[in-house]
């Protein structure tokens, strides 16, 4: 159950619907990300990672 007073209520249903689903292929991409930055690093490699990274852990704390 998510934390707060009426935070279910914060998204119409279609809205949470898409955001539940870009999260669910966020995982796969962190993970080739980060194959990738391991294989060819770079500096917008390393950036794209870092991003992945926190909307994913954001998402999992329920910050967003």
Do not use: C, E
Not at 8 to 21: A, C, E
Not at 25 to 38: C, D, H, K, S, V
Not at 43 to 60: E, G, K, N, Q, W
């Amino acid at each position: 159950m998510r934390n707060g007073p009426f935070k279910s209520y914060r998204f119409q249903f279609w809205t949470r619907r898409f955001i539940d689903g870009f999260f669910q292929i966020l995982l796969p991409l962190i993970l080739f990300q980060l194959i990738r930055t391991l294989l060819f690093p770079s500096t917008f490699d390393v950036i794209l990672l870092a991003v992945f990274s926190t909307l994913y852990i954001a998402h999992l704390y329920d910050w967003i």
